[in-house]
């Protein structure tokens, strides 16, 4: 299901993405990677103790639309 929302991010403006993803969350997680937009999955999927959440965090170019993203443990 991931793999189907990330395919339909590039070409998005930050309002579309917001538009079906919902807001960023208002969090310093990941704040030095140069994030713009920032979502929790859940638990760490691929891990037998699962003591780790799983991030999705986009960046923008500098006319707010997709750059790039990256799944990210914390």
Same mark, same amino acid.
């Given at each position: &299901? %991931?793999?189907? /929302? /990330?395919?339909? %991010?590039?070409?998005?403006?930050?309002?579309?993405?917001?538009?079906?993803? $919902?807001?960023?969350?208002?969090?310093? !997680?990941? &704040?030095?990677? $140069?994030?713009?937009? +920032? !979502? +929790? %999955?859940?638990?760490?999927?691929?891990?037998?103790?699962?003591?780790?959440?799983? @991030?999705?965090? +986009? @960046?923008?170019?500098?006319?707010? /639309?997709?750059?790039? !993203?990256?799944?990210?443990?914390?």
């Amino acid at each position: &299901m %991931l793999a189907a /929302v /990330v395919a339909k %991010l590039p070409r998005k403006s930050r309002a579309q993405i917001e538009q079906t993803l $919902g807001p960023s969350l208002e969090t310093a !997680y990941f &704040m030095s990677t $140069g994030r713009d937009i +920032i !979502y +929790i %999955l859940g638990p760490e999927r691929d891990s037998i103790f699962s003591i780790d959440s799983e @991030w999705l965090l +986009i @960046w923008l170019d500098e006319n707010e /639309v997709f750059e790039q !993203y990256e799944i990210a443990t914390d």
